[in-house]
């Protein structure tokens, strides 16, 4: 049997990964520093709640939604911010301020439209939980199995995508450089759709997840955008895997460790959690700046093989 | 009905669009002459602001030898503090001074901090996200610190200007004076900021810096010690912001740990620069003094607008400037005021050195 607190770790660890795939898939194929990656996770706890609250949709049948919806907010948001902004030769430091704009205007939307539910359908739509829509499978809350399995899936589904077929390829050739890859017949708006649809749909389905076990409200982006960033800069901000070892140790780090540290140092910790994922982020730029992704490899293999090495040829001496 | 905006208003709009001066001629320092995305402006002006909050009432407690814990009596003591703030006008303006400065240096200490990762070589886009994610760390952790400033209940702050009210007529309101003093206090310290910012613009060291942001690997095959003005830009920047922040507690006369948040301290200040045009004064002085009227006309007209809007006014706020941002970057990149070439001497000067050399 899992423990509750692991499996929540376990979760929030599928959320923070499926944002930052989201993340690092819109700077590694687009040169996009998307700072609302946060920010659409709420449009996805917001459409889920919607589906639950006005249409009577279960909660994992709104995923399908979240995908639908967050896929299509992704391509608007190119369409209308990014593509005009590149076609005019925008410096990535001015996209980045654009996407900070776009954070500010969709939380402002938001709350708004949770002012409207409120007043419009009685309904509370700030600080809730879905809890209450979640089921238990032999001792397994329901959001561990679905989050786990949809985000296995996903990442099988994008792996096979950008090795097995030609547009993930054609899409690696973009974000190695774009017009080069233009000049090969690469139609890189197509890509670039593609590529922001997946950016505005992965984060809205673990928008999906998050209200099961924590309070939600419109501004909740701003503490989980700590922790997706904190796992790009672990992962190194290259590919989708490293964002996901990245995440991992994240949300392990902050969900197992600061209850742990609680029980020895005290509960004044607490609130101090996400504090957690920051430290990782600055300790990570300050000694492996290009994150995992950038360590040597090869070299901590051979070395780990040497000194595995040496320890057998010791025990053998013994 | 509509009312109209008396002196109070415009008193409060004068002192907003100073100390929002001082920030945002800073901020175009490092985003406009130099290139640093830099999204932790907020810290700068919390250093200073939080300062405010911690240092002078306890300066004053130890001086005036006061007995038991400063935070458990904060009313009572700061009460007793301003009486006394009321009858000396030097204490006072020591008083001021010092948080001014504590303030600044405050902000320089954690503008070298934030500028640490610069040393490690990493690309501006990563200082962007740290500093925003340290902006929101910083703020967590003074909310959530208790023997700090209280966190969220905070504590109010002495009051420097009460000397003021002490020493005049009858025939000027209490309010008007205090407004008077931030003013001018405010006002010694955008003066500053304006001569030693122009300065630099006008001299070798600010086209070097604009020489930094176009492209940096040249100024340092230049020999030109990169990562050295980096660190520089930010402390200064971060130093002045500081400042701003110790004076706009002192005019709140209370700090909260929700106070210095990244919208309003750090996401305004960007949005005012970029209207404006960066690396250029007139640009960043007309985009602060535009969007703080705007900001305070909202504020002032918020229970006219509630019957107008179909939303609650309180989000208007935020829906303008992310769509200031993003429309300015699009249709808009240059700003108001496109930036120019800065001559260090006046035309009349070139002309006077042409003649000389016909």
């Known amino acids: 049997m899992i423990p509750l607190l692991l499996q929540n770790a376990i979760v929030f660890a599928n959320i923070v990964s499926l944002m930052a795939i989201s993340a690092t898939l819109a700077l590694s194929k687009t040169n996009v520093p998307n700072f609302a990656v946060a920010t659409f996770g709420t449009i996805g706890i917001y459409i889920s709640f919607t589906c639950i609250k006005l249409f009577g949709i279960g909660l994992y049948s709104s995923l399908f939604f979240c995908l639908i919806f967050g896929g299509i907010i992704g391509v608007v948001v190119y369409q209308l911010i990014i593509k005009p902004l590149r076609r005019r030769g925008a410096t990535r430091e001015e996209i980045m301020i654009a996407t900070l704009g776009l954070d500010i205007f969709l939380i402002a939307l938001l709350n708004i439209y949770a002012d409207y539910l409120t007043r419009t359908f009685k309904v509370m739509a700030r600080d809730f939980t879905l809890s209450a829509y979640d089921f238990t499978i032999v001792g397994l809350n329901g959001v561990f199995i679905v989050s786990t399995l949809f985000f296995t899936a996903t990442l099988i589904f994008l792996h096979l995508i950008f090795t097995k077929t030609n547009i993930g390829i054609a899409m690696k050739a973009m974000g190695e450089d774009q017009f080069l890859a233009e000049c090969q017949g690469v139609n890189t708006d197509l890509l670039c759709m593609v590529t922001w649809f997946i950016v505005g749909a992965l984060p809205a389905a673990a928008g999906v997840f998050f209200p099961v076990n924590w309070i939600s409200n419109p501004t909740i982006s701003l503490f989980i955008v700590v922790s997706v960033f904190a796992s790009c800069v672990l992962g190194g901000f290259s590919t989708i895997y490293d964002a996901v070892i990245g995440s991992y140790i994240i949300a392990m780090a902050q969900v197992l460790l600061v209850p742990y540290l609680a029980n020895i140092v005290g509960p004044w910790i607490l609130p101090y959690g996400f504090l957690v994922a920051l430290l990782i982020m600055i300790l990570t730029i300050i000694i492996f700046p290009r994150g995992l992704y950038g360590l040597p490899w090869n070299m901590i293999g051979e070395r780990l093989q040497d000194a595995f090495n040496n320890m057998k040829r010791r025990w053998r001496f013994k | ?358």
Not at chain 2, 130 to 136: K, N, R, S, V, Y
Not at chain 2, 173 to 194: F, H, K, N, Q, Y
């Open chain 2, 1 to 358: 009905m509509i009312s109209i905006p008396g002196l109070e208003f415009f008193m409060t709009l004068i002192i907003y669009i100073m100390i929002f001066l001082i920030i945002t001629l800073s901020y175009n320092m490092a985003y406009g002459y130099t290139g640093i995305p830099d999204f932790g402006r907020a810290m700068a002006a919390g250093a200073g602001g939080f300062l405010c909050g911690y240092l002078p009432g306890r300066l004053m407690f130890y001086m005036l030898g006061f007995q038991g814990d400063y935070l458990e009596n904060v009313y009572l003591v700061v009460d007793r503090i301003n009486v006394i703030l009321g009858e000396n006008p030097l204490l006072s303006i020591a008083l001021l001074a010092i948080t001014i400065l504590s303030g600044a240096i405050a902000g320089a200490a954690l503008g070298l901090l934030a500028s640490l990762p610069i040393f490690r070589g990493i690309r501006l886009f990563y200082l962007g996200v740290t500093l925003l994610a340290i902006q929101i760390g910083f703020n967590t952790i003074v909310y959530h610190w208790p023997s700090f400033i209280r966190g969220e209940l905070g504590v109010p702050v002495p009051d420097p200007f009460k000397w003021l009210t002490y020493y005049s007529s009858s025939a000027i309101s209490p309010g008007i004076l205090r407004s008077i003093g931030i003013i001018v206090t405010s006002g010694v310290v955008l003066s500053t900021t304006i001569f030693y910012l122009v300065s630099i613009s006008r001299s070798p060291l600010g086209r070097v810096l604009k020489a930094i942001r176009d492209d940096e690997i040249s100024v340092a095959a230049l020999g030109r010690d990169v990562k050295g003005l980096y660190v520089k830009v930010m402390v200064v920047s971060y130093a002045l912001t500081g400042a701003a922040g110790a004076i706009f507690a002192f005019y709140q006369g209370y700090v909260v740990g929700l106070h210095f948040d990244r919208v309003e301290w750090t996401f305004w200040p960007i949005a005012m620069v970029i209207l404006g045009g960066l690396a250029n004064y007139k640009g960043t002085v007309a985009g602060t003094i535009f969007f703080i009227t705007l900001k305070r006309f909202i504020m002032f007209y918020k229970a006219n607008l509630e019957s107008i809007l179909p939303f609650s006014p309180i989000w208007i706020e935020s829906l303008l400037l992310g769509a200031v941002l993003i429309l300015t970057l699009i249709y808009r990149p240059r700003g108001l005021f496109p930036e120019r070439p800065e001559t260090s001497l006046t035309r009349k000067e070139i002309e006077k050195m042409r003649e000389v050399k016909e």
